[in-house]
């Protein structure tokens, strides 16, 4: 028979079971509550998690080089979110999904070539966030946007945006060095902007695309080439991990510095590089002209270039940053720009493409 103290302490041991059980079903283990729901088979600086009733959506932002978490956080499945976007260059990703209603501002109005952003721009659905170089708060307030998308680089502090309840975002796809890389960053914004599934079928449409066009000239003979720009006695040219190395092997171009891997661009002295450049075939560059240019202007930073063989046989090709949109709706043709560089190196492997991005200098 049990006596007085046994008793309270049976009842005791029962209520924390009992407040144990209840606490367990309240706060499940939030490790056991998410699955993968989307991880990308390029881009390294994304993860997409679904909570068990397929709810929630879990974003982890990844740092791309070493894989650390640089924010992590929950985010209705169906939503229409009001967006700001710091930077132009997402607001293509948006179009591509059909969400680009969802935009209510963006960075740099001015600097937008995408046509359905202008025309929004224009009548006013997106307005300009920028005072001068500075962000207008007035303007980010009077929009009441649920997310910011910013970039990840610099020493701005948007904790004024979180702590009012804009959910600030940075969006880092610059970063990838691969094309299929940045434009699958265009499934993230599927996520954000409750259009997961569209963003997803996008991009493998695209991808399949991409990888066809490749696999088309497979076979052909590579021809070399080297890009950059000179600057003061030395040649600065992306090295042989980055983005624009890989669109030219994957053009079927053999990239004169293939070998050099770096995580910013290459600085070499630019007579130890002239060298390098007699044994090129093609030489390619970006240039921001009002003018496309010509062969005559073509090496006016260094006239000696004149000397070389990609010269001489006028094997010069370029993309203008002014007239195209190359940092913006560029981002979701990476068929297109390849389309480009195959219709440089192997002419005769689709004669009908017309260049967009990349052309070949005028004789």
């Given at each position: 028979m049990l006596n007085?103290?046994?008793?309270?302490?049976?009842?005791?041991?029962?209520?924390?079971?009992?407040?144990?059980?209840?606490?367990?079903?309240?706060?499940?283990?939030?490790?056991?509550?998410w699955t993968l729901h989307y991880t990308p088979k390029y881009a390294g600086g994304f993860r997409v998690l679904i909570n068990a009733d397929s709810s929630l959506y879990r974003i982890i932002l990844l740092n791309s080089n070493n894989k650390d978490t640089i924010k992590d956080w929950t985010t209705p499945c169906l939503s229409h979110p009001k967006t700001v976007c710091l930077s132009t260059t997402h607001l293509p990703m948006f179009e591509a999904i059909?969400?680009?209603?969802?935009?209510?501002?963006?960075?740099?109005?001015?600097?937008?070539?995408?046509?359905?952003?202008?025309?929004?721009?224009a009548d006013g659905r997106i307005l300009n966030i920028n005072n001068g170089d500075d962000i207008s708060k007035e303007v980010m307030l009077s929009l009441q946007p649920d997310q910011f998308l910013v970039y990840s680089y610099g020493d701005k502090d948007y904790s004024s945006y979180q702590t009012l309840g804009i959910e600030v975002i940075p969006i880092a796809e610059y970063l990838?060095?691969?094309?299929?890389?940045?434009?699958?960053?265009?499934?993230?914004?599927g996520a954000l902007s409750g259009k997961l599934n569209e963003a997803k079928t996008f991009f493998q449409n695209m991808e399949a695309e991409y990888i066809a066009i490749q696999q088309?000239?497979?076979?052909?003979?590579?021809?070399?080439?080297?890009?950059?720009?000179?600057?003061?006695?030395?040649?600065?040219?992306?090295?042989?991990?980055?983005?624009?190395?890989?669109?030219?092997?994957?053009?079927g171009a053999r990239y004169i510095l293939k070998d050099s891997l770096s995580d910013q661009n290459l600085v070499i002295p630019f007579e130890k590089m002239f060298v390098s450049m007699h044994s090129c075939d093609y030489w390619g560059k970006l240039s921001f002209t009002e003018d496309d240019p010509t062969a005559n202007n073509f090496c006016s930073d260094a006239p000696q270039m004149k000397e070389l063989p990609s010269y001489q046989t006028k094997k010069l090709f370029f993309c203008n940053t002014q007239t195209t949109d190359y940092f913006g709706d560029a981002i979701m043709q990476p068929q297109v720009i390849l389309k480009d560089l195959i219709k440089i190196f192997h002419p005769e492997v689709d004669s009908l493409h017309v260049p967009v991005y990349f052309r070949s200098v005028e004789q």
């Open positions: 007085k103290t046994n008793c309270i302490n049976a009842l005791i041991v029962a209520c924390l079971a009992f407040l144990t059980a209840c606490n367990s079903q309240a706060k499940p283990n939030p490790e056991g509550a059909h969400a680009l209603d969802q935009v209510v501002g963006v960075g740099f109005a001015h600097l937008v070539k995408n046509p359905l952003a202008k025309a929004a721009i990838e060095k691969t094309p299929l890389g940045r434009s699958e960053w265009v499934v993230l914004i088309s000239i497979a076979f052909q003979k590579q021809p070399s080439v080297f890009t950059g720009y000179y600057n003061s006695g030395h040649w600065y040219a992306p090295p042989g991990n980055s983005f624009v190395a890989q669109f030219l092997q994957d053009a």
